[in-house]
């Protein structure tokens, strides 16, 4: 499974990547805003920090005709741009007029199983269902990356299912076992991954242990 790192702060880009863990970046306008930096030089720097890796940026405009002018300036901010698109007609039409022109969109607000089906049909690069988003209301996220993946292989659709809206490790570790293509994660939950208290506690052992060997 690839790992993006849902986040649109450099530093912590920067930390997930000097691990070699991160395999692309997703952003939206609130990770953006969070940043409070101009927007092209923001995404300048990130482009530095992780080269030939799709980073998503998504769009603002509802009109097809705006998304498709905005995504073909976006594209040119640096390589491997990806062009998020929100799950609507206008958003469907958009994308299905950037796939021809060789620019790569991810779909995103994907809420339920049908929705996914059609940003396929569209030729959408990247699907994102946001799991999280449907737990807050009381439904199971999970079930959906499951119907999702299942259409997905039915029919042999070449675009990959981003798991979104993940909030902790345990959203990783199901997605992982259905076997989603990607996982975009806050930082704070990769760092939450690769948590465990047995390690902590293995390390201080062995370094105590280390000071009890005789040396010259
Ligand atoms: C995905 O691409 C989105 O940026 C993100 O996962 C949304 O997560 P949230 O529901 O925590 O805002």
Same mark, same amino acid.
């Given at each position: 499974?690839?790992f993006?790192?849902?986040?649109?702060?450099?530093?912590?880009i920067?930390?997930a990547?000097?691990?070699?863990?991160?395999?692309g970046?997703?952003?939206n306008?609130t990770?953006?805003?969070?940043?409070?930096?101009?927007?092209?030089s923001l995404i300048?720097?990130?482009c530095?920090?992780?080269?030939?890796?799709?980073?998503s940026?998504e769009?603002?405009?509802?009109?097809?005709e705006?998304?498709?002018?905005?995504?073909?300036?976006?594209?040119?901010?640096?390589?491997?741009i /990806? @062009?998020?698109?929100? %799950?609507?007609?206008?958003g469907?039409?958009a994308t299905?007029?950037?796939?021809? &022109?060789?620019? $790569?969109?991810?779909?995103?607000?994907?809420?339920?199983?049908?929705?996914a089906?059609?940003?396929?049909?569209?030729?959408?690069?990247?699907?994102s269902?946001f799991?999280?988003?449907?737990?807050?209301?009381?439904?199971?996220?999970?079930?959906?990356?499951?119907?999702i993946?299942?259409?997905?292989?039915n029919?042999?659709?070449?675009?990959e299912?981003?798991?979104?809206?993940i909030?902790?490790?345990?959203?990783?570790l199901?997605a992982a076992?259905?076997?989603?293509d990607?996982?975009?994660i806050?930082y704070k /939950? @990769?760092?939450?991954? %690769?948590?465990?208290?047995?390690t902590?506690?293995?390390?201080?052992?062995f370094? &105590?242990?280390? $000071?009890k060997?005789p040396?010259?």
């Amino acid at each position: 499974m690839k790992f993006f790192i849902d986040t649109a702060n450099p530093e912590e880009i920067r930390k997930a990547y000097d691990m070699g863990v991160i395999d692309g970046v997703t952003t939206n306008p609130t990770l953006i805003s969070k940043e409070k930096r101009d927007f092209d030089s923001l995404i300048k720097e990130i482009c530095g920090i992780i080269h030939n890796l799709p980073i998503s940026l998504e769009v603002i405009g509802l009109k097809s005709e705006e998304m498709i002018q905005e995504a073909r300036l976006l594209s040119q901010m640096g390589e491997n741009i /990806v @062009i998020k698109v929100p %799950m609507t007609p206008e958003g469907l039409k958009a994308t299905k007029v950037l796939t021809s &022109e060789g620019i $790569k969109t991810n779909m995103t607000l994907v809420f339920s199983p049908t929705q996914a089906l059609l940003a396929a049909k569209a030729g959408s690069t990247y699907i994102s269902p946001f799991i999280g988003r449907l737990d807050d209301i009381s439904q199971t996220g999970m079930e959906l990356v499951g119907q999702i993946m299942t259409i997905m292989n039915n029919y042999g659709f070449e675009s990959e299912v981003i798991v979104s809206s993940i909030r902790h490790p345990i959203h990783v570790l199901e997605a992982a076992l259905i076997g989603a293509d990607v996982a975009t994660i806050p930082y704070k /939950v @990769i760092e939450q991954l %690769m948590k465990h208290p047995l390690t902590d506690i293995g390390i201080e052992r062995f370094l &105590e242990d280390w $000071k009890k060997v005789p040396k010259k």
